[in-house]
């Protein structure tokens, strides 16, 4: 199938390792020109020399933290002014801190808004004109099987990634008439750094070995294994294409089977 990604121009967030890189690969290797972010320089830059190497594909490298306005404005600048305007956006960003109410306080609840919540609305109200003007574009916004089963000691993470939901919920009706689709990718357990530090810390908790605890995990999804990025990245470049043109508003579940409710 041609998911009809060829020549489009793709803005990744928090794209120099994991789910994010996975997805900036994807894109590039379907002929997509990408514009990938991270807060780290030398991790971006190499993160797009490796996706340049194996998929051939045209990559802006941006340095940019998703927290932080000026630096989000300042990467849509430098994306549009290299390829012209953006008809894709992934927006996605790290994890804030385990840890459950009682031991969160209000730094911890300002920081994990900014870095989940405000971040995809910055993003969302740079890009929306430019895909506006070119005759409409697609957004996908990266969340969490917490929004649909919270997660033991992820209170953070459960709370603001719903609102991200919501958000993208809301902005699909709202952006519909400019052809702008919104939908959410809903990743389940990837073999990626942050579900590795997550295992470690489960595991110092309930006294077993990271290994263990990776076992367990395992057992309760139903095809018994992690998922590899970049298959979550596939479902992701299929939420962006044109091949999902009529696909709005919607959330598409990456997890093996993990999540036991049925809608």
């Given at each position: 199938m041609d998911l009809g990604l060829k020549g489009k121009v793709?803005?990744?967030?928090?794209?120099?390792?994991?789910?994010?890189?996975a997805v900036a690969k994807v894109l590039a290797a379907e002929g997509a020109i990408v514009s990938m972010s991270s807060r780290n320089e030398e991790a971006i830059r190499g993160a797009a020399g490796i996706i340049r190497k194996q998929t051939g594909g045209n990559l802006l490298p941006v340095v940019a933290d998703v927290r932080n306005r000026n630096d989000i404005e300042n990467w849509h600048k430098l994306t549009s002014a290299e390829f012209g305007g953006v008809d894709l956006l992934y927006s996605n960003s790290g994890g804030p801190p385990a840890g459950s109410f009682s031991n969160l306080d209000d730094q911890a609840w300002q920081e994990s808004f900014q870095l989940l919540l405000l971040s995809a609305i910055r993003l969302v109200r740079v890009v929306a004109p430019s895909m506006k003007a070119r005759g409409g574009g697609s957004i996908v916004l990266s969340t969490s099987t917490s929004v649909k089963e919270p997660i033991p000691n992820l209170t953070l993470s459960n709370v603001l990634r719903a609102s991200v939901s919501a958000l993208a919920k809301s902005l699909s009706n709202e952006l519909a008439p400019d052809n702008i689709r919104v939908n959410n990718a809903i990743p389940g357990r990837f073999d990626t750094d942050r579900v590795r530090e997550l295992d470690t810390d489960r595991a110092r908790k309930d006294g077993v070995s990271p290994e263990e605890q990776r076992r367990r995990m395992e057992a309760v999804i139903?095809?018994?294994?992690?998922?590899?990025s970049e298959e979550f990245a596939r479902a992701v470049a299929f939420l962006l294409s044109d091949a999902a043109s009529y696909v709005t508003g919607t959330s598409l579940i990456v997890d093996g089977g993990m999540i036991r409710s049925a809608f």
């Open positions: 793709a803005m990744v967030a928090g794209a120099s390792k994991g789910l994010g890189f139903p095809l018994r294994r992690y998922g590899e």
